[in-house]
């Protein structure tokens, strides 16, 4: 850890990583310390263009964390010359926002752990929440000097599932379902409001339940408190301690909302992010697929 | 229509971009996000004449007016989303003052001409692409 905790919000205090979230207040204080680096993910590949935090630099999830050709993300050379070239060092602390609720930022933070890097943060409220507060955004791009990022290689056993991964998972720990009612019920194959990006078949996989990402998100566009997001995951969906927790929505960016989550802020050991997700179910030959408003069984 | 060709104005905007090092053309994908002209207070006021393009990720609605011949392109989308703006924008420019026939035969593939693809991605591209083909249609119901 290079930069202390943010240890000024007693909302953080009762997660199981308080260090993993920071204040606007606290982010406005240490802009510019050595050894931070602000990062804004957004979808929109242009948002940040017009305005954003002074200094931070942009991480777009399509042209710099996925590879152009396969898809995956970048391997280990290729995350070594975008953080390289992003300023960022392997000791840093980095802090990420975005819009749509940190969707973007906390897709972001899931990839740059499956490098391990370890100091990773998101600034709670996103960028909705700095600007709607008044706070100083620029147009003026910064120019961070090179760093010398290591290649480390991905590892992705403990935070990614893959497909076959999931197809023998079923029936043995939680699935969570991040999507919304109308894509679990099967009344269609993408988000609402979303484009179609090319699933076959719509419903869910069996016994998965369904937790929209949404509901992590306070009227302050915050996470919920730790009591309330209790309330969601154990009460609502049955997660108990030591279960091994599989997310998925329909490209794992919104189940990397609620990986953040269930990893972070609730403190589950051991949860996977299926980014093939419904893209990659919807289209696969043969996989089990439950439709309606029951989790089913296989 | 059997023939396909890209009208002057989308021409030289697509010629602009490629001029451009890749690096440098958001920078212009920004500017034509800024110019997207507010849509007339009767657009404004009449949501339902105009057309959600379900393409987009962002809220993008389009409505195309056929009049004397000439075609007028209007859209809306919100500041949150640039990139959004910025399609909508190109086409608006690009389209308005053009006849039916010049509309339907801009080139369907034309998005992808203006050297955005590694830029923006293909999937973003793609929203550009749902936009002009409810443009064409709309012309080809409204000519």
Known sequence: MTIEFDTSSAKFADYAEPGRLVTTEWLAAHLGEPGLVVVESDEDVLLYETGHIPGSVKVDWHTELNDPVVRDYVDGAGFAALLSRKGISRDDTVVIYGDKNNWWAAYALWVFSLFGHDDVRLLDGGRDRWISEGREITTEAPAPAATNYPVVERDDSALRAYKDDVVSFIGTGPLIDVRSPEEYNGERTTAPAYPEEGALRAGHIPTAQSVPWGKAVAEDGGFRTRAELDAIYRDGAGVTDGDDIVAYCRIGERSSHTWFVLKHLLGFDKVRNYDGSWTEWGSAVRVPIVTGSEPGSL | ?143
């Not at chain 2, 949501?47 to 000439?70: L, N």
């Open chain 2, 1 to 143: 229509m059997s023939t396909t060709h890209v009208p002057d104005t989308l021409a030289e905007i697509r010629d602009d971009f490629l001029d451009l090092p890749e690096a440098d053309r958001l920078q212009l994908l920004l500017e034509y996000a800024n110019e997207l002209p507010a849509v007339s207070e009767e657009i404004a006021q009449h949501p339902e004449m105009t057309e959600r393009v379900a393409e987009c990720q962002s809220p993008v609605y389009i409505f195309v007016e056929v009049a004397d011949g000439v075609v007028t392109m209007h859209a809306t989308a919100p500041p949150e989303a640039p990139t959004t703006r910025a399609f909508a924008s190109i086409l608006v420019q690009g389209i308005t003052g053009l006849t039916p026939d010049e509309v339907l035969a801009i080139p369907d593939d034309y998005p992808q001409s203006i050297g955005l693809t590694r830029a923006v991605s293909p999937l973003r591209i793609g929203g550009m692409t749902g936009m002009l083909m409810r443009a064409k249609r709309q012309v080809t119901q409204k000519r």
